[in-house]
Every structure is written in C-alpha cells, then in structure tokens.
C-alpha cells in the first residue's frame, strides 16, 4: 500500500505561498487586461484610429448589424442570435454597443478565469489568460461570454449539478455552433462520469483521488512514520519520499469529535489509541477545504454515479438540445432550408466540405510568405493556424491516454471540423474554447518546486521568462486585431 505523508505543521511562509492561487489569478486578468488598454492607446496615437475604428473590426461589425437591424444580411445567419440580442439589449437602454461589448467581454473573461481555476487550479487559468489570441477577449466577440458559460457549465456537470449545467449550455448555444460540440461533450461526460476514469490518479484540477482513502496517524496499515504524520492509502506502490520532499499540510492533525467530523485540539493521537485508524468521513471536510488553499490540493473523489443519476443528467441536457433546434427552425421559416447556416458559412467563409490532407495543403500555401505578398502578416498566421491544430491533436491524445473521454471528444470534435473546412481558419481563436489544454499545461506544472533552493530559483526565472514571452506575444496579437490586419 503505497503512502503519501501528510505533515501537520507548516511555516508560516509556505501558508502564504500556497494560499494565493485566486490572488494570482485576479492580478493576471488585471494585467492582461492593461496590456490590451496600453496597446489600443498606443495604437491610437500612433496611427490616429478611433476607438470604433480598433475595436469594432471584422466580425464585430456583423453583430453590430444584426443587433441593429436583424437578419437582413445574405450571411449573417452564419451568427448566432444570441450575442446581437445581448447587444441590443444594452442599446434599448442607452449603452453603446461598443462599450456595452467591451465591458460584457471583460467580465466574462473574469468569470471564464473563475470557472477555468476551479476545474484546473490557478496555473490554467494563468495560461489561459496569457493565450495569444486573448484580445478576443476583450472586444466584442464571443469567445469570452462563450467561454464563460461553456466553463461553468462543465464545472457544474463534473460537481453532478446538470440543471445548472444544462442552463450555462443552453445559453452557449445560443452563441455559436460551438454550443452543439459542447453538448455533445456533456453527453459523454454524462455516460462515463464516475466510472473509473478519474479514481486512481490526478483529478480535473491536476490532484489526485482519494477513493476511501484509510488514514492512520503516527504508525498504522499505511506504514510507520514519524510521529504526527497522517499517510493517505492510494492502493497502488510508489517509492518513498525524502523527509524533505514530504507534502505539507498547514491544518493540525484530525482527530475525532462526537460531531464526526475532526476537531484540532492540536492532540497527537498514540498507535493504541482508538483514534488510530479513522475513516475518510473524518479527514473528508478538511482535506476539502485544503484543496481549494493550495494550488495541487487533494480533491475527493466524487461517488460513483447511478443509472438514475446518468438519465436524469441526459434529460437535463434535452435544454441545450432544444435551444439549438429553436434556431434550426427559426433559420428554415427564414430561409425555407433546414441547411441554411452551413450554406451561409460556405458562401461567406471558404468553409465547405475539403478532405483533411487537402485542407492541409491549402493552408500550407497560404502559409508561405509569396501568397499574399500586400498583406505580409497573413503567412504568419496561417502558420499559427498549423501549430493550433497539432496542439488540438496533441491534446486530444493526451486526453484519450487518460482516459478523458468527454474532454477529448469536446476538442477532438472542433479539430475534426477545422481540419474538412477548405484551410485551417479561425483555428488560434478556437483554441481559446479548449480548456482541457490548460488544464494539462497546469497539471505538468503545478508539482515539482519542493526543490532544491538554487533548482526553484531556475524555475522560477524560466516561468517568469515565460510570462513574459506570452505578454509580448498577446500584445502582437491585439496589435494585428486594432490595426484592422487579418489576427485569425
């Protein structure tokens, strides 16, 4: 029975390094969020565009319209409704559409970050908020308000709350096409959840599963340790950890109460005593709320989920399904044709059906520097665009090796789409949407800093280098999208 070490003590020092993962997250919104100020006066001054002129380009024209004057457009029904509606809520009442965006973009994006650090711990939601293409974020898209919901709601599927999922589903959907990948992804989230998949080793948020854990303070059927410790049973061998890589824990030893739940006397229970070998009811509320206190905490593993449980999630999600079918049929008493959004895509976006390998090859012309030699810039992102699909492939992999089911299928699916269009477009945006990246990225990197005082000062420098790469990049980015250049 292989053990993790549990030390009751813990510096004062190391309580304020672990508790500030939501601090850490709020700081990084609101410096990215500067940054995207600071590049847009720059640019303004610069070049003399106006605020309409930076930040209503592209796409954000075509909401503008529809929030104005509805589907009058021969493509517009490409987008869907329920951007424009939110918009023109806001004008009824006086708020430019422009700034209403801005300011309903921003706090999305602050609600996304929210969702994203409860599903991966704050270094996810770091990462996604230092994505490249995170000016989508910030102007009147949809990627933020999308993001927002999406998150929530598998945040709330994976806790069991389906009602509350399938409404933030329903809302997606109303966003974009990318509502109908989402549902489909709950589905499956909704059949294998609980089924073994997460309960042996990491959890969504990069901890690892405690599935009745036994606990035995001091020496128990863990193992003997020092005195005071409390080893967490995982039923599966790993070597001993050094006394000085031991996993710390700032909470004082459990120890029964008639409540049944621990108290913290700060009484070291003996051996012998009947306290020695307690259940994991005893250690489940603390070790809860440890988990949200530290950025790899351990999360519980949630009970497995019945067939009732599995029929009520399904029907919960017939909200979503039917949010979507509203919009099939309002587009065919419009159009008369229950095909009209994909005709719409593929008369205003190069997006018709195109084998994988010939998609490749067009985006691989496009991506040289000779294709569009007035606009430079465009190679580049076309490039990007490459680099974007081999991190959703990647990823998708990465999810079906751990057995992640509805996380691969809700990236697998998109990369599936982007990939028949008739080149990779809108991909750098798209990877916004994909979560599961994050989370991995924060899985890799949360562990490994108990070290060395000269290896984490190394690592410290290459995160911090990191950052800064990424805020260079993220800057570019919002540069291309406020100068009026093609940004993806």
């Known amino acids: 029975m292989a053990s993790v070490t549990v030390r009751p003590e813990l510096p004062a020092a190391s309580v304020h390094r672990v508790r500030d993962g939501g601090r850490l997250v709020v700081q990084t919104w609101l410096i990215t969020r500067l940054l995207l100020v ?3 006066l720059w640019v303004g001054v610069t070049t003399g565009r106006s605020a309409t002129e930076m930040l209503a380009n592209w796409d954000v024209q075509h909401y503008f319209a529809i929030a104005a004057n509805g589907y009058t457009g021969g493509n ?3 987008f869907f409704p329920g951007w424009p509606l939110a918009l023109r809520a806001f004008a009824a009442v006086g708020v430019p559409m422009l700034w209403a965006g801005v300011a309903l973009a921003a706090i999305c994006s602050a609600l996304a970050a929210a969702a994203l650090h409860r599903l991966g711990g704050p270094i996810a939601a770091v990462l996604w908020l230092l994505a490249p293409t995170t000016v989508f974020t ?3 898209y949809t990627e933020a308000p999308f993001c927002a919901a999406a998150f929530w709601a598998w945040e709330r599927a994976t806790r069991g709350r389906w009602g509350a999922a399938a409404g933030l589903a329903a809302v997606a959907c109303t966003l974009r096409v990318s509502g109908l990948f989402l549902l489909g992804a709950l589905v499956i989230l909704a059949l294998t959840q609980g089924r073994g998949n997460r309960s042996v080793g990491r959890g969504a948020a990069g901890s690892f599963g405690l599935a009745g854990a036994g606990v035995s303070p001091g020496s128990g059927a863990a193992g003997s340790g020092p005195a005071g410790t409390v080893r967490f049973s ?3 061998p790993a070597p001993a950890v050094p006394a000085r890589r031991r996993w710390q824990w700032r909470r004082r030893s459990p120890q029964p109460s008639t409540s049944g739940w621990p108290s913290h006397s700060g ?10 070998s307690v259940g994991w009811a005893n250690v489940s509320r603390p070790l809860a709320e440890w988990s949200r206190t530290t950025i ?4 519980p593993v949630p009970p497995p989920v019945t067939r009732r449980q599995r029929v009520r999630a399904l029907v919960w999600l017939i909200i979503p399904a039917l949010t979507l079918f509203a919009y099939a049929v309002y587009l065919h008493q419009l159009t008369g044709d229950w095909n009209a959004w994909y005709r719409a895509q593929s008369a205003g976006w190069p997006r018709g059906f195109t084998w994988p390998w010939v998609s490749l090859q067009h985006t691989i012309e496009a991506a040289t520097s000779t294709a569009y030699p007035a606009f430079p810039e465009w190679s580049w992102v076309f490039r990007a665009e490459i680099i974007s699909m081999a991190v959703g492939i990647v990823v998708t992999l990465a999810c079906l090796a751990r057995r992640r089911w509805a996380e691969a299928s809700w990236v697998g699916v998109q990369v599936l789409a982007f990939s028949c269009s008739y080149w990779f477009l809108s991909v750098n945006r798209a990877v916004l949407l994909w979560f599961p990246l994050f989370i991995l990225i924060g ?4 562990g490994g800093w108990n070290v060395s005082p000269g290896r984490r000062r190394f690592r410290i420098l ?3 280098l990191g950052c800064a790469v990424a805020a260079v990049v993220l800057c570019f980015w919002a540069w291309l999208f406020y100068t009026g250049r093609w940004a993806s």
Do not use: C, K, M
Not at 268 to 276: E, I, N
Not at 443 to 446: G, H, I, Q, R, V
């Open 267 to 276: 009484q070291r229970p003996t051996s012998g005593s009947a306290s020695a």
């Open 38 to 40: 600071g590049v847009a």
């Open 76 to 78: 517009d029904i490409a």
């Open 296 to 299: 790899t905490g351990f999360r």
């Open 462 to 464: 290459l995160t911090v």
């Open 234 to 236: 995982f039923g599966h």
């Open 138 to 140: 910030f102007v009147p």
């Open 443 to 446: 899985e890799a990197l949360s």
